[in-house]
């Protein structure tokens, strides 16, 4: 395999072969709840995103 490789190809990889299709949903919940956080700390956003909570 090739060692450039990038650690969302390397998950995708890991997830067709190993067919852990399950973890799909968990990894994406936890990707929209960093970015969430990351957003709602100082944007403008913020009383928005508050408001979803």
Do not use: D, T
Request: cysteine-free; proline content about 4%; glycine content about 8%.
């Amino acid at each position: 395999m090739s060692e450039n490789k990038g650690m969302i190809s390397e998950l995708w990889s890991y997830l067709r072969i190993r067919k852990k299709w399950w973890l799909l949903p968990i990894i994406l919940m936890l990707v929209l709840v960093g970015v969430l956080i990351i957003f709602g700390q100082s944007s403008v956003l913020s009383p928005f995103i508050y408001a979803l909570g």
